[in-house]
């Protein structure tokens, strides 16, 4: 076969697709097998917007070539909806629709950065972040958060890693993996820092419609009239709106930016499904109450499983929001990985290890758990409170035994530059 790109060479096979086969292993003894692997809504999207996506399928104008930039209504509803939330002063011509937000982040880094430049990223770290980095030659530079920080990156630590190469800082809250969401200050220490030293902040908010009850919004940085200077906001309308596969994203950026966005979107998809841009231009105004009931129903499975680790000897819950729960195993002799694969296996709990998301990571799993209804949640207990074999066993148990020794997910190899 033709030579194979070799930054393409260092990136891991997804971890949620070797989490999913470890879930295919597992024989059903302990109750149906628990999805905590990737982050999806477990209800379905609203009647109407289904109904409504159906129609725009059908009309004939919507097979047709749209905007590249994304639908000029769309991206008016997005404005108006930033605007009621965030007090945003955003026009459409700063907003360019994506297929999904990794797109939106792939588009980021391919426009601000280049090889050989170097881009901050907190750990734990989403891993198709770290991923994007290294395809494209650019460092991901490890910004180290700790369990006693609630996992709440310091800007302090993060102005010691910038240098000359550095081109933008990434944070994403609510956090993926953690669940952590940032205090407001936080984030504006960041942007302020990003301002002083003449780099972006690259805002991932793709669980912005799952903050605590009470918090209306992650940041004020919108309000800001110089906003687009230093700022560049991701979204997703996957989780908000339950159509992860129809994969529509966004991002917001200086108007300038957005026409070199489109330069690669162009090559990228030519134009988002159109469809799906229809029926969001109606559901982003008429969903609100919807939503707002969504939100409430997540935060109630943050708390159902707190509650859960409670009742788990052993494990520690050290964050939680949005999506997600970061545990600390209690298994210290094994490794994240083996345990992981235990629990898929064995136990019919299928998460991520914390070695998906970054060195350092040993330690912990990453749960999702907004696919669980109450009574999988409340599944959860029973499937930790069991230890798993030695590692040697564990091994032998694995389809990959005697072809090679375990492998590191993403985080053993932070980067792949030639």
Known sequence: MPTPNPLLLGIETPPIMEAQAAGRRYDGRLGPSLDLCQAVPGWAPHPELLQRLGEAARDPANAKYGLIQG?????????????????????????????????????????????????????????????????????????????EAAFVPDPDEAERLIDASTRAI????????????????????????????????????????????????????FTRPDWPKHLVRLYSFSKAYCVPGHRLGAVMAEAGLVQQFVKALDCLHICPSRPIQAALTWAIP??????????????????????????????????????????????????????????????????????????????????????????????????????????????????????APQRSLVADRVSMLT
């Open 170 to 221: 990434v944070l994403i809250t609510p956090n993926n993996p953690t669940g952590a969401v940032y205090p407001p200050e936080t984030i504006a220490r960041f942007h302020a820092l990003c301002a002083r030293r003449g780099i972006t902040l690259v805002l991932d908010e793709t669980y912005a419609d799952f903050l605590p009850e009470g918090q209306a919004r992650a940041h004020d940085l």
């Open 286 to 403: 008429a969903l609100q109450d919807w939503r707002e009931a969504n939100r409430t129903m997540v935060n109630g499975r943050v708390e159902a499983m707190r509650q859960a680790l409670a009742e788990a000897p052993g494990w520690r819950l050290d964050s939680v929001g949005a999506y997600f729960a970061y545990v600390r195993h209690p298994f210290a002799e094994r490794g994240a990985a083996a345990v992981a694969d235990w629990l898929a296996a064995e136990r019919g709990a299928v998460g991520l290890p914390g070695t998906a998301f970054g060195p350092g990571q040993q330690a912990h799993l990453r749960i999702a758990f907004a696919n669980l209804d109450a009574a999988g949640i409340q599944a959860l207990p029973a499937r930790l409170r069991a230890a798993p074999p030695d590692t040697a066993s564990l091994e032998a148990a694995s389809p990959a035994a005697g072809m």
């Open 71 to 147: 639908d000029l209504l769309l991206r008016e509803a997005l404005a108006a909806e930033l605007a009621r939330t965030h007090g945003a002063d955003v026009a459409a011509d700063e907003i360019a629709i994506t297929a999904g937000c990794n797109q939106a982040f792939f588009l980021t880094m391919l426009s601000i950065a280049q090889r050989g430049d170097s881009v901050i990223l907190p750990t734990p770290w989403f891993w198709n972040h770290q991923q994007t980095c290294a395809m494209l030659g650019i460092e991901p530079r490890a910004l180290p958060c700790h369990p």
